[in-house]
């Protein structure tokens, strides 16, 4: 069976002005992607280079026992994970739980669900993907896995039946550096609730998402495929990505009308529905397309049109890795229309109308709640000065506009070079106010503690401002 395309999303990034990128010709070669994620491929570390040793163990495990599988003192990473359960009920590993802890935490950096964590809610339906999933009796996992002290991984057993299984780990005996980060698999399961997206996961601090496991069971038919994902990032109140629906989220399409699959990258690996019970189990890889955040992390989906039907039962497992040593704090804020706050910042706007009180909302998930607030709509230069960390990495501009016009466009200025253009092409006349962030890039702003900001508007479009802030990204 065939089907005609009729829709597609892109998610894409936006880096600063200052940040070489090769633009896409159509001439390059596909073949060593494509020789990579190739079906006969899979189950085999993608990785460039190979464990320097393996360490290799077997451990049973008694019911409502726990044991450690495999530990270790120093530096170095886990390259690999292989696991082969002897035979066993299937409920049994579905019933297992697999916990990973680096360098005395107490706190487990990964603690879930077997299953889930090679790609699916049941081990029948494990895939067969790029970094993580099933090869006939071996269940591999390829997240490089760096630590500076220690490691240990443990197996819990939460069945009744003893469970016996044979371990396989590649490990890299070098020393990552300090900026490296430190793999972490965040598991949640809850029923959904009228009114708010199921969360998938909130984060403080820095880190980047490398992708999602997700199982939804509902009572209410297939709408649930009708939810979309939004995934905030940085404390800003618009979700930096949103998408058009669950199926969409994990690149398939029509509530998976040709059944489940398993590609190197995403898949549906279980999609069934029978009268009004539905049920679903996924997954996606966010390798070429992770997700990164320097302040936090809120990332959740809707449960059908309008989160409108509670009871619906979601899992979900989050692969991310968290950088503990860089963060973003918010240095400075400029409220446009509040004298004291122009004041403190040398405000100044030429040709400028002022925007009255504004009551106006947000996209996303938060977009039954009022906000109110006073700007300017500016065709002329716009000059304002903003603290930021002398020691930053880079700083994030933000600014709150009106979207009910949009391709909003301004020159951008520190301290009187030229830093990039920030663009915004949305437009929504009924969820007026947005978020948008500008990167400012590290030679404009590092060793200083006060910059000068100037933005110069371009093609006819005023553009809006209201509150600004300057979010500077530091080592700790």
């Known amino acids: 069976m065939s089907m005609k395309p009729e829709f597609y999303h892109v998610t894409y990034s936006r880096y600063d002005a200052d940040r070489r990128v090769t633009s896409f010709t159509g001439s390059e070669d ?84 077997f299953p889930d964590f090679f790609g699916s809610d049941r081990v029948e339906n494990s895939p067969k993907a790029l970094m993580m999933g099933r090869d006939g009796g ?5 997240w490089p896995m760096p630590f500076r002290q220690s490691a240990r991984v443990e197996i819990e057993n939460r069945s009744d039946t003893p469970i016996t299984i044979q ?44 992708g999602t496991v997700l199982t939804m069971r509902s009572t209410a038919g297939s709408s649930y495929m009708e939810g979309d994902e939004r995934i905030y990032t940085d404390a800003s109140l618009t979700p930096q990505i949103q998408g058009t629906g669950t199926e969409d989220y994990f690149n398939g399409g029509w509530y998976f009308l040709l059944g489940p699959f398993s590609r190197a990258l995403h898949g549906a690996t279980a999609y069934e529905q029978n009268g009004k019970e539905g ?14 955040y320097a302040a936090g992390l809120r990332f959740g989906i809707e449960h059908d049109y309008q989160n409108a039907l509670p009871g619906d039962r979601y899992r979900s497992l989050v692969f991310y890795y968290a950088y503990p040593r860089l963060a973003a704090r918010r240095t400075d804020q400029l409220d446009v229309g509040d004298p004291e706050s122009e004041a403190a910042h040398s405000y100044r706007a030429a040709k400028s109308d002022p925007i009255p009180p504004l009551t106006a909302r947000y996209e996303g998930d938060f977009d039954d ?9 500016v065709t002329g230069m716009t000059r304002f000065t903003m603290k930021v960390a002398p020691d930053n990495e880079g700083v994030i501009l933000r600014r709150r506009l009106d979207q009910s016009r949009g391709r909003q466009t301004a020159r951008v200025f520190v301290d009187g070079r030229e830093a990039g253009v920030w663009y915004d092409a949305a437009q929504n006349a009924s969820k007026r106010f947005a978020d948008s962030d500008f990167l400012l890039p590290r030679w404009s702003t590092v060793d200083e503690d006060s910059i000068l900001i100037r933005l110069e508007p371009e093609g006819g479009v005023p553009f809006t401002q209201f509150r600004v802030e300057a979010w500077s990204i530091v080592r700790k």
């Open 167 to 210: 371990a396989r780990f590649g490990l890299v005996d070098r020393a990552y550096p300090e900026t490296a980060g430190y793999f972490r698999a965040r598991f949640r399961e809850a029923q959904t609730a009228a009114g708010g997206d199921y969360l998938l996961m909130a984060d403080e601090g820095a880190g980047h998402v490398a």
């Open 138 to 142: 071996r269940f591999y996992a390829f």
């Open 30 to 113: 596909p073949r060593p992607a494509l020789a990579l994620m190739a079906e006969e491929r899979l189950g085999a570390d993608p990785k460039r280079f190979a464990a320097d040793r393996f360490d290799e163990t077997t451990a049973t495990v008694a019911p409502g026992a726990r044991e450690t599988l495999w530990s270790a003192a120093g530096a170095g990473a886990v390259w690999s994970i292989e696991l082969m359960p002897e035979a066993a009920p299937g409920d049994a590993l579905d019933n297992a739980r697999l916990r990973i802890f680096w360098d005395g935490e107490e706190q487990p950096a990964v603690d879930a669900p």
């Open 369 to 377: 709640v009022d906000r109110t607030d006073r700007g300017d709509a």
């Open 279 to 292: 049920y679903s189990s996924c997954y996606r890889l966010h390798l070429s397309d992770v997700i990164p």
